[in-house]
């Protein structure tokens, strides 16, 4: 644990911006609880099967999408009316991975919806089967994500909003990280992964009974890493259609094997 909180401090002081970063991150964190929040997850995923090695992380910032449950129509008597259809939303996340044996890596994440219109937890942990030396890796992992808001839905053609107390929604996910080095410098990782996801959404404005909506899928990404620059694309399979998500991030690696 030393070793570890010695090379993550000596990662944030060898990069002042990212000491920066997480100052903004924190500050963000912290007024999102002061405001209503929307029900996103966060399909930005940073897969990478590539082992860090026991002791040895990265922390990344960066700008994804995610899906939020679409409200269809508010009856006269309150009623919230939801089919299960899906609108994507921007989110800001932070995160990191850390070796916490020679080829098992855990991982979190905090995500922002529409920046300071909520706030999200993903944690997970992933088992690597090649060590880090080798060119092709692969991964299986899962995670397991709380979107601790609640939703402000605004009708279109409508003057005012509604706050419905949503209770929020919980992700469960298994992935598998396939990756390829093509030089030191340039990575590809293509992640099959299927989510199952819950949405606590208020049956009625005038009550507390709770209607879940629940959104099931398949989901494939593709991953490119040049250096510490990482950008993401992910196709989401629900209800016999596409939904495209794309991500970019800035990596601030605190520690390698090869240091």
Same mark, same amino acid.
């Given at each position: 644990?030393?070793?570890?909180?010695?090379?993550?401090?000596? @990662?944030?002081?060898?990069?002042?911006?990212? *000491?920066? @970063?997480?100052?903004?991150?924190?500050?963000?964190?912290?007024? #999102?609880?002061?405001?209503?929040?929307?029900?996103?997850?966060?399909?930005?995923?940073?897969?990478?099967?590539?082992?860090? $090695?026991?002791?040895?992380?990265?922390?990344?910032? $960066?700008? $994804?999408?995610?899906?939020?449950?679409?409200?269809? +129509?508010?009856?006269?008597?309150? $009623?919230?009316?939801?089919?299960?259809?899906? +609108? *994507?939303?921007?989110?800001?996340?932070? @995160?990191?991975?850390?070796?916490?044996?020679?080829?098992?890596?855990?991982?979190?994440?905090?995500?922002?919806?529409?920046?300071?219109?909520?706030?999200?937890?993903?944690?997970?942990?992933?088992?690597? =089967?090649?060590?880090? !030396?080798?060119?092709?890796?692969?991964?299986?992992?899962?995670?397991?994500?709380?979107?601790?808001?609640?939703?402000?839905? &605004?009708?279109?053609? !409508?003057?005012? !909003?509604?706050?419905?107390?949503?209770?929020?929604? &919980?992700?469960?996910? =298994?992935?598998?990280?396939?990756?390829?080095?093509?030089?030191?410098?340039?990575?590809? &990782?293509?992640?099959?992964?299927?989510?199952?996801?819950?949405? /606590? &959404?208020?049956?009625?404005?005038?009550?507390?009974?709770?209607?879940?909506?629940?959104?099931?899928?398949?989901?494939?990404?593709? @991953?490119?890493?040049? #250096?510490? /620059?990482?950008?993401?694309?992910?196709?989401?399979?629900?209800?016999? +259609? /596409?939904?495209?998500?794309?991500?970019?991030?800035?990596? /601030?690696?605190?520690?390698?094997?090869?240091?």
């Amino acid at each position: 644990m030393n070793n570890l909180n010695g090379r993550l401090l000596k @990662g944030l002081q060898l990069n002042p911006a990212l *000491m920066e @970063g997480v100052k903004s991150c924190l500050f963000i964190t912290l007024v #999102a609880f002061s405001f209503n929040a929307c029900n996103v997850t966060n399909n930005l995923y940073v897969n990478n099967p590539v082992p860090h $090695g026991k002791g040895n992380g990265d922390v990344y910032l $960066g700008l $994804g999408t995610g899906i939020e449950p679409k409200i269809d +129509s508010i009856s006269a008597d309150g $009623g919230i009316n939801s089919s299960g259809g899906t +609108s *994507m939303a921007p989110v800001l996340s932070f @995160g990191g991975q850390f070796g916490v044996l020679k080829q098992m890596d855990v991982r979190a994440a905090i995500h922002l919806p529409y920046v300071i219109g909520g706030f999200g937890l993903r944690v997970g942990a992933q088992y690597s =089967f090649f060590d880090a !030396s080798s060119r092709f890796n692969a991964a299986f992992g899962t995670d397991i994500a709380f979107n601790l808001a609640k939703d402000s839905i &605004i009708l279109f053609g !409508s003057t005012s !909003s509604l706050d419905t107390k949503s209770k929020g929604a &919980i992700t469960g996910d =298994f992935f598998l990280p396939l990756s390829v080095k093509i030089d030191d410098n340039f990575s590809i &990782i293509l992640t099959p992964r299927y989510s199952s996801n819950v949405f /606590f &959404i208020l049956k009625n404005e005038n009550s507390d009974k709770i209607n879940h909506v629940r959104l099931y899928y398949p989901a494939l990404t593709l @991953g490119i890493r040049i #250096a510490d /620059f990482y950008l993401e694309s992910t196709a989401v399979y629900y209800h016999n +259609s /596409f939904y495209p998500h794309l991500g970019v991030l800035w990596v /601030f690696p605190s520690g390698s094997e090869d240091e």
